[in-house]
């Protein structure tokens, strides 16, 4: 039987991930962050000394990605989360990791019947024939404190403001870009968790995808 896929997308700590996580876990299918890999492409060119700028660096290092090997604790940081927008910009780069995310939404890892992938793209051009799309949004200041709650837990000395700004420069690369823009695909349904707990969030996200299954 095809995949059932669950497309998740949404700005940086909109708080898609937890959401995405908990709905595979409820529907017990399979999960993919698309942002880690972006981000282990960033994480992978500032390790090696390199600027997330420079094309030809980001090109080898997505050609080069083993999602087996990704450092979950490196990929977490704000560098890393920088460098995972600069060069998710580049259509080369982006091209490089589509047909691994693609494979996994039609052939889910551990024989699973379904799969959730959380991303910007995943309900416009990784996956726009899943069965159902969410966008999850909040507001930049919500996103901002609770990016600062997490990453403060993890030791960070970013003070709110330059998350805030983070943020808002994040928002702008990943809508303004040219390839694969960040935006809700028409078929999307709006999640705004602004004023939502996890919890009623995904009550939320349930109520919306078990009427399309
Ligand atoms: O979701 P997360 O904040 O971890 O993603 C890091 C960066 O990776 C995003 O700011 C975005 O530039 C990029 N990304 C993307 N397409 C995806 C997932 C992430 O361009 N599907």
Same mark, same amino acid.
């Given at each position: 039987?095809?995949?059932?896929?669950?497309?998740?997308?949404?700005?940086?700590? $909109?708080?898609?991930?937890?959401?995405?996580?908990?709905?595979?876990?409820?529907?017990?299918?399979?999960?993919?962050?698309?942002? $880690?890999?972006?981000?282990?492409?960033?994480?992978?060119?500032?390790?090696?000394?390199?600027?997330? +700028?420079?094309?030809?660096?980001?090109?080898?290092?997505?050609?080069?990605? !083993?999602?087996?090997?990704?450092?979950?604790?490196?990929?977490? $940081?704000?560098?890393?989360?920088?460098?995972?927008?600069?060069?998710?910009?580049?259509?080369?780069?982006?091209?490089?990791?589509?047909?691994?995310?693609?494979?996994? +939404?039609?052939?889910?890892?551990?024989? &699973?019947?379904? +799969?959730?992938?959380?991303?910007?793209?995943?309900?416009?051009?990784?996956?726009?024939?899943?069965?159902? &799309?969410?966008?999850?949004?909040?507001?930049?200041?919500?996103?901002?404190?609770?990016?600062?709650?997490?990453? &403060?837990?993890?030791?960070?000395?970013?003070?709110?403001?330059?998350?805030?700004? !983070?943020?808002?420069?994040?928002?702008?690369?990943?809508?303004?870009?040219?390839?694969?823009?960040? &935006?809700?695909?028409?078929?999307?349904?709006?999640?705004?968790? $602004?004023?939502?707990?996890?919890?009623?969030?995904?009550?939320?996200?349930?109520?919306?995808?078990?009427?399309?299954?």
């Amino acid at each position: 039987a095809a995949s059932t896929i669950i497309a998740i997308d949404g700005p940086a700590a $909109s708080g898609k991930g937890t959401l995405a996580r908990r709905l595979a876990r409820h529907y017990d299918f399979a999960y993919l962050d698309t942002g $880690s890999l972006y981000r282990a492409v960033g994480q992978a060119v500032l390790a090696a000394g390199g600027s997330p +700028a420079d094309e030809a660096a980001a090109l080898a290092a997505a050609e080069a990605l !083993d999602v087996n090997r990704i450092d979950e604790m490196a990929i977490r $940081s704000r560098e890393a989360g920088e460098a995972a927008s600069v060069v998710a910009a580049m259509p080369k780069v982006r091209a490089a990791i589509l047909h691994f995310q693609r494979d996994f +939404a039609a052939n889910p890892p551990g024989g &699973k019947a379904g +799969a959730v992938l959380d991303g910007r793209d995943i309900g416009t051009v990784v996956c726009p024939d899943a069965r159902a &799309k969410l966008f999850v949004t909040a507001s930049p200041e919500v996103r901002a404190h609770r990016r600062w709650l997490e990453l &403060k837990g993890s030791g960070s000395a970013a003070s709110e403001a330059q998350i805030v700004d !983070d943020i808002r420069d994040r928002d702008r690369r990943d809508a303004e870009r040219t390839a694969s823009p960040m &935006k809700p695909a028409e078929d999307a349904y709006l999640l705004d968790t $602004s004023n939502l707990s996890i919890e009623a969030a995904f009550g939320a996200a349930v109520a919306i995808i078990d009427k399309a299954m």
